[in-house]
């Protein structure tokens, strides 16, 4: 079982910065792909972010650019610098852990942290 706590949140003017952070419980998580995911307001939760174990990394196109997702291995942390921010990028973030294991997929989420971008 993993625990996942977002922290890092809150409201900040467009063009703005800021970084979100998840620390997650657990003594493997250096071989977890975590990943950023969002959900605005009447929209599906999407992929911003992910980096697997090895370190490879891919972002959707809306924040390519923009965002930098990290992982202290050490510190069982995962980080989401998010710069230059915009309006839509208002939405609810999500910390993800995902590990395949021979016989299951594991896969969980933290509870979110509310980011919103507004003058």
């Known amino acids: 079982q993993v625990q996942l706590v977002e922290s890092g949140g809150g409201l900040v003017q467009p063009g703005g910065s800021l970084r979100l952070s998840c620390a997650a419980s657990?003594?493997?998580?250096?071989?977890?792909?975590m990943g950023w995911y969002r959900q605005a307001p009447g929209k599906q939760r999407e992929l911003v972010t992910r980096?697997?174990?090895?370190?490879?990394?891919n972002y959707a196109d809306s924040v390519k650019g923009r965002f930098t997702i990290s992982r202290d291995n050490a510190k069982n942390t995962v980080y989401l610098e998010m710069n230059s921010l915009k309006a839509e990028d208002t939405a609810v973030y999500y910390c993800?852990?995902?590990?395949?294991?021979?016989?299951?997929?594991?896969?969980?989420w933290g509870q979110g942290t509310q980011v919103t971008v507004s003058s």
């Open positions: 993800n852990a995902q590990y395949s294991a021979p016989l299951a997929l594991y896969n969980y």
């Open positions: 657990g003594s493997i998580f250096s071989r977890y792909v």
């Open positions: 980096i697997t174990s090895g370190g490879s990394i």
